[in-house]
Every structure is written in C-alpha cells, then in structure tokens.
Nanobody, 123 residues
Framework: QVQLVESGGRSVQPGGSLRLSCVGS?????????MGWFRQAPGKEREFVAL????????LYADSVKGRFTISRVNAENTVYLQMNSLKPEDTARYYCAKGSQYTSDHRSYNVWGQGTQVTVAS
C-alpha cells in the first residue's frame, strides 16, 4: 500500500509561516481516503490537527488551528499539504500525516502513517 513521507518541517519564529508536504509513494491515495494531519509534542498525546476528504474539498480543523492552518491536496501529485500561518510556540511538535477511510479526528482510525517532520516555533 501507499507509504507517506512528510517534509517541510523546520524552526520558525512565532508569527511565521510554514508549509508541510506529505507525499504518497508506492501507490495512489484513492478517492475513498481521508487524509489527516496530527501532531505530537514531547510528553503529550498525539492530537488531531486537520483532515481532508480526498475526493472533495471537505475539511475539518482542530479549534486550536482553525483560521491559521489550511489543509489541501493535489491529486496529480499524490500529495497533501498543510499551510501553517501565524505560528505559535504551542504549535511546536512533530507533525505526522496519515491515511484512513473514516471522516474522523480520532487517530486510532488511521492505518497508514508517515514518520513525521519536526516543527519548532521559537524566538
């Protein structure tokens, strides 16, 4: 099945912007899939960030990122993006993309995961 590879994470100052990419390799991200972004900081549980239905622009965001982050996908590139604006120190975490079949923020419903990319927001 498809493998997911995240990229784009780096250190950025508060208020800055960053775009994360998640590329599917070794297979297609099919229209029935839901793609999600999750994040995990040291000592904390993995939390939901955003998701998108692959077959439509239907999206869902965590309250903590709503209005600041935008999830999108480009089918021809087999890629999902997370545009992050107005970054805050509390956004610091390792960000993971994941594929599932259910429209849910519950990470337990996702069965394919990337290895993550680190985002650090600090002065």
């Amino acid at each position: 099945q498809v493998q997911l590879v995240e990229s784009g994470g780096r250190s950025v100052q508060p208020g800055g912007s960053l775009r994360l990419s998640c590329v599917g390799s070794g297979g297609r991200i099919y229209s029935s899939s839901v793609m999600g972004w999750f994040r995990q900081a040291p000592g904390k549980e993995r939390e939901f960030v955003a998701l998108i239905r692959w077959h439509s622009p239907s999206t869902l965001y965590a309250d903590s990122v709503k209005g600041r982050f935008t999830i999108s996908r480009v089918n021809a590139e087999n890629t999902v993006y997370l545009q992050m604006n107005s970054l805050k120190p509390e956004d610091t975490a390792r960000y993971y993309c994941a594929k599932g079949s259910q429209y849910t923020s519950d990470h337990r419903s996702y069965n394919v995961w990337g290895q993550g990319t680190q985002v650090t927001v600090a002065s």
